[in-house]
């Protein structure tokens, strides 16, 4: 079994900052594709990053310029540096990670349990 694990979001002000943190754990052989998804209340999920294990990334508009996505391969942790925050930021946001388990060919597509980021005066 592979977990992904978030962390970090919570109630910020308009213009702050939030960094989201997410851990793969279990019988990992190598990991892929790593990305940060949102969705906010009666709206469907959405991309806001990603990025390639050779470092590539990937960006929603609606995020480019304020958001970084960034991974630590060794840690098998992705992160999400939110700058600028706006109160259309306002989302569950949920970590997917492509991954290989040890001792099997497949390729795997897992998501994290999501962690809530209000921005709000």
């Known amino acids: 079994q592979v977990r992904l694990v978030e962390s970090g979001g919570g109630l910020v002000q308009p213009g702050g900052s939030l960094r989201l943190s997410c851990a793969a754990s279990?019988?990992?052989?190598?990991?892929?594709?790593m990305g940060w998804y949102r969705q906010a209340p009666g709206k469907r999920r959405e991309l806001v990053a990603t990025i390639l294990s050779g470092g590539s990334t990937n960006y929603a508009d609606s995020v480019k310029g304020r958001f970084t996505i960034s991974r630590d391969n060794a840690k098998n942790t992705v992160y999400l540096q939110m700058n600028s925050l706006k109160p259309e930021d306002t989302a569950v946001y949920y970590c997917?990670?492509?991954?290989?388990?040890?001792?099997?060919?497949?390729?795997?597509?897992?998501w994290g349990q999501g962690t809530q980021v209000t921005v709000s005066s």
């Open positions: 279990g019988s990992i052989f190598s990991i892929g594709s």
């Open positions: 997917n990670a492509d991954y290989l388990i040890t001792g099997r060919a497949h390729t795997y597509n897992g």
